[in-house]
């Protein structure tokens, strides 16, 4: 597996940078949400969240945030879970 195809770096508000490996991206109701973890897909344990693409079109990067409302949370898991069989998302 190619880590730089599937690693990505995002810049927080106080300007530090985060790295995660993407394990998913899905689309709902033409919001774009990915899967990160902070470990790659072959470790066994690691923490996951799910961010929201709120990017406007003419944005030059793409712009997330952390899902926090807990229903969202739970309906984009199950899509995540159902995407990915052997993974198991715990909220």
């Known amino acids: 597996m190619d880590d730089k195809k599937n690693k990505i770096t995002f810049l927080t508000d106080d300007k530090t940078e985060e790295k995660f490996y993407v394990?998913?991206?899905?689309k709902l109701?033409?919001?774009t949400?990915?899967?990160v973890s902070d470990t790659d897909e072959d470790?066994?344990?690691g923490d996951a969240?799910?961010?929201k693409d709120m990017s406007a079109e003419e944005d030059?990067?793409?712009?997330y945030e952390m899902v926090e409302d807990e229903q969202e949370l739970n309906s984009i898991?199950?899509?995540f879970?159902?995407?990915?069989?052997d993974i198991d998302i715990e909220i």
């Open 23 to 26: 394990l998913e991206q899905t």
């Open 29 to 31: 109701n033409g919001v």
């Open 33 to 35: 949400y990915l899967l």
């Open 43 to 45: 470790e066994e344990e």
């Open 49 to 51: 969240y799910i961010l």
């Open 60 to 63: 030059e990067a793409a712009l």
């Open 77 to 79: 898991a199950k899509i």
């Open 81 to 85: 879970e159902e995407l990915l069989e």
